[in-house]
């Protein structure tokens, strides 16, 4: 670290001890940029141009070795929230609530008078979806629209930095106040990397667009006159892979690569400018940081330290680095843990590594010997340091249509984690070394079916299977395709290759039903349909449809039982009452039909398919002009249903 002056030491003291006579402080502005790594910003050293993280750099105290305890941005960025690493705070899966037992620094900010607002850039980050709890604290929280008309990736997954700092901007011109708390994510550097023109369409693109919404957020505040006094702080949340260590993205490994981040801290009237701090910090850290630069108490329970004594000189001790991903349990591999201390760095994994950062900085020759006394040193910080061995399976509520937002932005589920291993002790998985390959295929797949580009996810797939043909998450993602394109045939191989692995999988057993069914193939169908049922018994779609094939079938008495159970499961299931009806047509029980029907469409009266089986009623009971009018409702109901559809909303 550069020498620091007692004199600035002086300054510091005086301008927060004067600061602090009065709640209304300062502001401070929090910008959390995804997926950027240390080594591609220039005044980090890298060659390319990032003007605006440069001239805040100048401004205020860069931080050359920070470290985050996990590659994944849900579980990152609720360490940067709470200063607690993921075995506290909990979140280390996609949609796990953060828990109200910890304070956020939303909560002690506005708890201390400040007015607070965030501003995300991707739906992962969304609290009523993937991000719950993320919101406590916040005045205002920028969510994304529930039902986006849009249906490209731009304001339905992800917002531009540029559209998020706009967003910043307008709620600032419109909430006038002495002490505000800002919080902006900017996704950007995330892949797949398409930057707006006229920024090259590259991972460097997408880190130069970013840093000019910055500059364009730092140059509004220099002109409302709140740059001056304000506390701005940037780090990014995790890094990426770019194919270091076979890794294209994230996620996965726990190298330097994925786990070091930038970090610039910018104090009030720019103290300590142009300062550089070389001692390892971690992302735990600001929240600390955050509460003491505002002279507010900092809870004892945190797992971070304030970086304050590093910033003024009065201390200079690196602060060990623990990280953690339970991500690769998703396709079946083991999770890894990693401690990064004195310039070593130890990863637990089925096959251990261990790095001397002091001759090799890449982390390209593992020196892992068991009786090492660095390793063995190393290894007892990680166990006290109280990182679990792998994470609970996540207790999130995950809908359907978020789970496939997840997997449009590149990741699985934990539902995938659920089909793809049943091992319960992670060190008996295998090594996700030994599979990265499949994994950047399966991830390039999953970016080209959110693009429509399905031949090349299938190819993408293809490989993946080559590399391993006993891929469940390959199988499983192929399936899917297939199934949305509607190739029946490749779908049913790809089921049973998945059920003859996976046996007790009742997803696949549905979806396997679901495809003998569209070949016409029904006692296939049923088959599958009831071993799903047999593992997962409250499967309401699986017995509506084993209900309509049983009726197509022409086995009444077991429609009607599927039916009956889904109204056990649902009262009220217009689809099962629908079927019940349509059960006592097929047995001739022509009034009872009618006068089901006929209560049904008072309580159902905008549903066409409810008025297309009343005027089929009504035919079989030789009553054709009330036929003739359920026909013409049902398809007045579809013309409006469409006309909706098509208008915009506003």
């Not at 007692?6 to 602090?20: K, N, P, R």
């Not at 719950?132 to 249906?151: I, M, Q, S, T, V």
């Not at 089986?613 to 009018?629: E, I, V």
């Amino acid at each position: 670290m550069r020498a620091v002056s007692l004199v600035s030491i002086f300054c510091l003291a005086t301008v927060l001890a004067l600061e602090g006579q009065s709640k209304n402080r300062t502001h401070i502005f929090l910008i959390t940029v995804d997926t950027l790594r240390a080594d591609h910003v220039h005044c980090y050293g890298y060659l390319k141009s990032t003007p605006a993280l440069d001239a805040l750099a100048a401004d205020g105290v860069r931080f050359t070795e920070t470290f985050t305890p996990s590659p994944i941005t849900n579980t990152s960025h609720a360490t940067i929230l709470t200063g607690l690493l993921p075995n506290l705070h909990g979140v280390t899966d996609f949609a796990k609530p953060l828990s109200t037992a910890h304070q956020t620094m939303a909560e002690l900010l506005r708890a201390d008078g400040y007015q607070t607002a965030a501003f995300i850039g991707a739906i992962i980050l969304d609290s009523r979806t993937l991000a719950p709890g993320f919101d406590r604290g916040f005045d205002f929280y920028d969510n994304f629209p529930e039902h986006p008309l849009a249906k490209a990736r731009w304001n339905r997954l992800e917002r531009r930095a540029m559209t998020v700092v706009q967003h910043a901007q307008s709620w600032l011109n419109a909430h006038a106040s002495p002490a505000t708390f800002i919080w902006l994510h900017l996704y950007d550097p995330h892949d797949p990397y398409e930057p707006p023109a006229p920024f090259p369409q590259s991972y460097d693109g997408e880190v130069a667009y970013a840093d000019s919404a910055i500059g364009n957020f730092l140059a509004y505040l220099k002109n409302k006159g709140l740059y001056e006094s304000s506390i701005v702080i940037v780090i990014g949340d995790h890094g990426e892979g770019l194919g270091e260590h076979h890794e294209d993205t994230h996620g996965i490994f726990l190298y330097d690569s994925t786990t070091h981040v930038p970090l610039i801290v910018k104090l009030p009237h720019q103290l300590y400018g142009n300062r550089v701090v070389d001692e390892q910090v971690r992302t735990i850290d600001i929240l600390p940081t955050v509460l003491d630069a505002a002279g507010i108490s900092v809870p004892h329970s945190l797992s971070g330290r304030t970086l304050m004594p590093l910033i003024t000189g009065t201390d200079s001790t690196e602060r060990m680095a623990v990280a953690e991903t339970d991500y690769p349990v998703r396709f079946g591999w083991a999770p890894l843990r990693s401690v990064r201390s004195e310039g070593f760095k130890f990863i637990e994994a089925p096959r251990p590594e261990f790095y001397d950062l002091h001759s090799d900085p890449a982390e390209l020759k593992n020196k892992y010997e068991p009786w090492s006394p660095t390793v063995q040193r190393l290894r007892a910080l990680l166990t006290q340091a109280g990182v679990n061995p792998v994470a609970e399976a996540s207790t999130g509520s995950v809908s359907e249509n978020t789970l496939e937002e997840l997997r449009a932005l590149g990741y699985l589920g934990s539902t995938d984690q659920a089909s793809s291993t049943k091992v319960s002790e992670p060190s008996l998985l295998p090594d996700p070394k030994d599979h990265i390959e499949e994994q950047n295929l399966m991830h390039l797949a999953m970016m080209a079916e959110e693009d429509s580009r399905f031949s090349d996810a299938r190819l993408a797939l293809r490989k993946a299977l080559l590399l391993n043909p006993e891929s469940y998450s390959a199988l499983q993602q192929l399936s899917a395709i297939e199934l949305q394109t509607h190739q029946y045939t490749e779908a049913e191989v790809h089921l049973k290759h998945m059920r003859l692995i996976r046996p007790d999988d009742a997803v696949a057993a549905f979806d396997e039903g679901s495809v003998e069914d569209k070949l016409g193939n029904l006692r296939v169908a049923r088959q599958a349909l009831d071993a799903s049922l047999r593992l997962a018994p409250n499967q309401v779609p699986a017995r509506l449809l084993l209900g309509d094939i049983c009726l197509s079938s022409k086995d009444t008495q077991a429609a009607e039982s599927q039916f009956e159970a889904v109204l056990q499961l649902q009262p009220g299931n217009v689809a099962a009452q629908l079927g019940i009806a349509r059960v006592s047509l097929a047995e001739g029980k022509i009034t009872a039909a009618l006068s089901m029907l006929t209560e049904l469409s008072r309580e159902n009266a905008t549903n066409p398919e409810m008025f297309d089986m009343l005027a089929q009623t009504y035919r079989r009971s030789g009553r054709g002009d009330l036929a003739a009018q359920a026909q013409k409702h049902a398809s007045l109901l579809r013309k409006h249903k469409s006309r909706s559809l098509e208008e915009p909303r506003l």
